[in-house]
DNA sequence: ATTGACAAGTGTACGCCGTACACCTAACGT
DNA sequence: ACGTTAGGTGTACGGCGTACACTTGTCAAT
């Protein structure tokens, strides 16, 4: 009985190992799937145990954005800071791809723990070190937002795709039937569509992430080059991107009411 | 009796009503507070008499998606692409303002609705009827990503507010050593915060929001407009935006792993 | 060797959630 | 007058996070 009881908890749980059971359950069944309860059955144990190791569910997915900041590679040394910032956030990327679940949890949080902030501030120094005022820097981060940590909302290409996931499973003629409609409802988005996928299947399965997200990158890093150069590190009174646009000058109010 | 029960249930709840309900209950309580019971409770109805009018809780967030969507102004007429995208994307912030839950629901959103694809589709005809080539305007809507609704992950700025949110509840000395620990360990996030603070208290309450999402957007637009100069209609293999970063050539693979 | 404090795991229970399913009831076309 | 049916009800189930009281195994001090 005390031999099979020694046998059975060998190793006592500790946060450290409620922790990584939790990265690796999520990884593997996604975050939605990931409850005190099943995470407790995973680790063999009653889900009350898990409350004697982390205060609450909200501690454990802070915990586990932390476990993923910590796989960020810290930044390259002597380099430029473009290629310093674009690795890091390449490098974050990488981090969120092994971690599917990352991107929701890291959405959802409101509270920034030590770990986050620590990879900010750093992040920050990145800029700082390359000779940016203080002022453009913080724009710059804006501008940056969540493509720091190395992904954006994917709100477009999954409808690229169009219907293209469900549509597999359909009939020839019902797929004949829906691409007509959409060729029809949705002339634009299908023609992006099919320009993107080099295939000739009707709807193309996707594009290429990753070239769209560096995409957007350098066009970013690249106009954060022009402003840097432009006004190189000193501080006008509101550094002002855009030349072009009328409502430049005042940009806090446009179209949207007022938000005080 | 029977007029009691006339006067209370005048109206007999319909799909529409259950709709706006939801979307007064999501802006007043938030989305988090949003249940099919609570709503249920606030029509005066049973929590099971909603499913007569929507599927289910995702259909009903759905709907509330489109409800959204109908609030953003159409395109302007007669003005070039880039005033007419700005204008959209400002309407999209707007009505995102309105309504506080709308960004959490977008991203969580994965099917699309017609109102959405429809958005989707008239935002890309912006770029198309500028004369933008069809592979330029798929790789300018994923560089817009989340900006297209007029968000874009904020999370950077609550933490260059710091723990201001907490540290007024805190007595001053706390406020100054925890001023002191912030200074230490996240120094470089100290300064842009104090910096885009223009009054001197400890740590700013944030920054101008509209500001830096207007900062961001046109550094996207000019961006934009210079690619589009660049190659004016021509569809070469494929567009580099940046000039400079020496991985752009192949920019699908780089310090991530094998994403097939 | 005994004890007693304490950390770690257990069991039960509560109130919330979304929603399946059977039921009632009032209005309406025939 | 009557069957159909749309719309509202009641009950119930399984899941969730977690409060709280409990056992149990470990080890230091007596």
Redesign the interface.
Known sequence: MTQQAERTRRIPLSRDRVLAAAVVLADQVGIEALSMRRLAQELGVVPMALYKHVANKEELLDCMVDALVSEI?PPVRDAGW??TV??RV??A??AL??HPWAR?V???R?N?T?A???Y???F??MF?AGGFS??L???V???L??R??GF?????????GGDAAGLVTLPPEAQAAMFREMAE?????L??AT??AHQDSVVGQG??????????L????????R?HRQHWSSTPAQ?S??????A?TS???????A?P
Not at 241 to 246: F, I
């Open positions: 590679d473009k290629d674009r690795l390449l490098s990327r990488g791809l092994r929701q890291l959405e959802s409101t920034k030590p986050v902030l620590g900010m501030d750093s920050i120094g700082l203080v002022d820097t913080h724009h981060m804006h501008a937002g969540s720091m940590w954006t909302q994917e709100l477009f290409d999954d409808s690229a409802r949705y002339p634009n988005i023609k992006v320009a993107s594009c290429d992430d990753q070239f769209e997200f560096e995409f957007a350098d066009l970013l890093l690249d106009g954060f080059e402003l550094t991107p855009a030349q072009t646009s009328p430049q940009p806090a109010q446009t179209s949207t009411p938000t």
